[in-house]
């Protein structure tokens, strides 16, 4: 059923699962989700649907965990608010890679690796990037000639300044970027002559300079090594998600406003802020908004560009519209744009910069803003008459009297703050502080 309901919480939501090419999938009983979750939007006395979008590294599982948490940490709903919500969660595939180490050989039966649960073998290791990058010959054989050497190097061996890709590992991923079509002009995150030897060259470099990625982790060559793999599906997850937000995403947030006059609130987490954001701003190439906009924006953490929302990107960072600019106009969303960012998050903070290519060669001064980052650690940029709150605080329940048509940006790292592995608090979502953030959010968007 589609309907999932929070165990031990009184709350539920719908959950409606896509496939890689944005295609609904039905449920186990044969259901149609989506169906579903119009039907309780047209209910008699629903005012108000709230839509969410998980982020990069999301299998049903994640999703279904993430949703759970992110809807149950709070109930600030109450009987005098004048709000009656349905909440839908949606699901696209977004898991880039398994966290499991490779097994040394093909099939994981030379040496002495990792083993159980915790490992996965060259051959099925293939089989992971091949459904995220494509599933053919040429693309296979590339992945196979990256991950048998990526195995073939010992897990704990140190890597140093004077390491090098083997040139045939440089070649295949080469002929990757290639392929995927990946190297032209996509804002930044593959154009300008990617190198898999310079990816490699700054990874081995990110650890000495900051420490922030905990564990060794670009101090092991085996990590220095998947590196460039890693970026190649950071960007494909990155264009999934916004082809997603444009197509079934932004048809959902359609076929609601169409149905009904509730009032319409999206959610985003990490690549789902891309998501929720393209759902309002629709088609690529033709903006269109709903027939009613949007009544409120959350962005928790957005993994997508600080002036993706700025009607003038400053020249020295060269110029143009933000891809996303025509989100914060009114006709799009009527009511309050909030987005949050945390010192502790690195995926953003430190993994955004690095899968760009940049890892922070073009930070200015502490006052201000660098050439690439994402909002989840910076804010949004660019954005006339938009306000910074004062910083979130653990325990509080903040209202901080939101007004329609503003984008607020908001210092979360005091609640935003559980580090776990590499990617640090960047999925530390699950707060009754941000439950509340949104749901004030709402209220003001419904005035």
């Known amino acids: 059923m589609s309907l999932r309901r929070i165990p031990g919480k009184s709350q539920s939501y719908h959950l409606i699962s896509y496939d890689k090419k944005g295609r609904e999938q039905r449920d186990a009983d ?17 005012t108000d649907v709230f839509m969410m979008s998980h982020g990069w590294q999301g299998d049903y599982v994640d999703a279904v965990s993430q949703y759970d948490r992110w809807v149950g940490a709070a109930d600030p709903d109450s009987d005098t608010d004048g709000i009656r919500p349905v909440a839908i969660g949606l699901h696209w595939p977004s898991k880039a890679w398994s966290n499991r180490e490779l097994k040394e050989g093909s099939t994981g039966l030379l040496g002495d690796g990792p083993s159980g649960e915790d490992s996965v073998t060259v051959d099925e290791a293939v089989d992971e990037f091949a459904a995220q990058l494509g599933d053919d010959a040429e693309t296979r054989a590339a992945l196979r000639e990256v991950l048998s050497y990526a195995a073939s190097v010992p897990i704990d061996q140190e890597a140093s300044d004077a390491d090098e890709l ?5 070649d295949a991923y080469r002929r990757l970027v290639e ?3 990946a190297g032209g002009d996509d804002g930044g995150l593959l154009g300008g002559g990617w190198d898999p ?15 922030l990625l905990g564990d060794g982790w670009f101090s092991r060559l085996r990590e220095a090594v998947l590196t460039p793999l890693r970026q190649l599906t950071f960007w494909s997850d990155k264009n999934r998600a916004r082809e997603f937000g444009e197509g079934a995403a932004a048809q959902l947030v359609r076929a609601i406003t169409d149905a009904s006059d509730v009032r319409v609130h999206l959610m985003g987490h990490s690549f789902g802020t891309i998501v929720v954001s393209s759902a309002v701003r629709g088609a690529n190439g033709s903006p269109k908004p709903p027939s009613r906009p949007v009544s409120s924006l959350f962005l928790v953490q957005g993994a997508v560009s600080l002036w993706a929302f700025a009607e003038h990107v400053p020249d020295k960072f060269g110029g143009g519209r933000g891809y996303l600019a025509d989100v914060v106009r009114p006709e799009f969303v009527s009511g309050p744009i909030v987005v949050t960012r945390s010192k502790w998050d690195y995926a953003v903070g430190k993994y955004y910069p690095l899968a760009v290519r940049l890892a922070g060669q073009y930070l200015l001064g502490e006052d201000e803003a660098p050439k690439y980052g994402g909002i989840g650690s910076f804010g949004a940029h660019g954005v006339a008459g938009s306000i910074q709150l004062p910083p979130l605080t653990s325990g ?26 590499a990617s640090g608090a960047h999925s530390d979502i699950g707060h009754p502080e941000l439950s509340w953030l949104a749901w004030n959010a709402a209220k003001a968007g419904a005035r």
């Open 396 to 421: 509080s329940r903040p209202d901080p009297g939101f007004e329609s048509g503003t984008l607020y940006n908001i210092d979360a790292s005091a609640v935003i703050a559980r580090l776990d592995g």
């Open 30 to 46: 044969g259901g149609v989700a989506s169906d579903a979750a119009l039907e309780a939007v047209k209910a008699p006395g629903v």
């Open 166 to 170: 083997p040139s045939e590992v440089a």
């Open 179 to 181: 392929h995927l079509g």
């Open 197 to 211: 030897d310079a990816v490699f060259a700054d990874s081995l470099t990110t650890q000495a300079d900051d420490g």
